[in-house]
């Protein structure tokens, strides 16, 4: 299994422009995250889905949105890219009922510069 | 709403001796569950070791084991006879029922030989 993969891995983008980060599990995890990691900071919850179909906002959505199309791929996607977004940015996944202390597995990251 | 502190930013360890990385947390859930995460340069994110609030033994896995205090809302990460490879970032987090995870703002370990 791959587990949890993330693409891309680096990534600077302009003020204004777009983009979406991929992210897809191979472990039939109906859980999903996406987390950011600013600079000397813990992890901070963007996004969340339970299963297709399903999302939920976090601690800090603002400036993203995601989609749950299928069981394995969440994107993560930014519109109008600012300053402010400039983080590391990082997928998890896990399989359980309503956060429940199964372990979360996370993607390896993406390092997101804007400027 | 539910918050983790680290009170820590930097701590140091020779090699092969023990340090505890400290993690209090502020709930008013009775039950939830605390884990500590390992990130090392790679920036990988490895979970090291989880402990249920309904438990009362503190959990163990090799080196690493947990002091878990529930009327303190305290929880400790021993490391033992720590190693070169120990060097990393270490987040406590904590969740609930209703909410995912929550991450202290970490405490960055250097093991030194």
């Known amino acids: 299994n791959a587990g949890v993969t993330q693409t891309p891995k680096f990534r600077i983008l302009k003020i204004g422009q777009s983009m979406t980060l991929q992210c897809a599990q191979d472990m039939n995890h109906n859980y999903m995250y996406w987390y950011r990691q600013d600079p000397g900071m813990g992890l901070k919850l963007i996004y969340y889905?339970?299963?297709?179909?399903?999302?939920d906002k976090g601690e800090v959505p603002n400036g993203y949105n995601v989609s749950r199309s299928t069981t394995e791929d969440f994107p993560l996607r930014l519109e109008l890219a600012a300053p402010s977004q400039t983080s590391v940015y990082f997928c998890?996944?896990?399989?359980?009922?309503?956060?429940?202390?199964?372990?979360?597995?996370f993607g390896p990251g993406t390092r997101l510069t804007v400027l | 709403a539910q918050t983790v502190t680290q009170s820590q930013p930097e701590m140091s360890v020779q090699e092969a001796e023990t340090v505890t990385l400290s993690c209090t947390y502020d709930?008013?859930?009775?039950?939830?569950?605390l884990f500590w995460y390992k990130q090392p340069p790679s920036r990988q994110m490895i979970l090291v070791i989880r402990q249920e609030a309904y438990k009362q033994q503190n959990a163990t896995e090799n080196r690493f084991s947990v002091n878990f205090q529930k009327a303190a809302k305290s929880f400790s990460l021993k490391i033992s006879d720590s190693q070169l490879g120990d060097t990393a970032m270490y987040f406590c987090?904590?969740?609930?029922?209703?909410?995912?995870?929550?991450f202290g703002k970490g405490t960055r370990l250097s093991v030194i030989a």
């Open positions: 889905s339970v299963g297709a179909g399903i999302t």
């Open positions: 998890a996944s896990s399989y359980s009922g309503q956060f429940s202390y199964n372990e979360q597995f």
């Open positions: 709930t008013s859930e009775n039950n939830y569950y």
């Open positions: 987090a904590f969740m609930t029922r209703h909410t995912p995870l929550v």
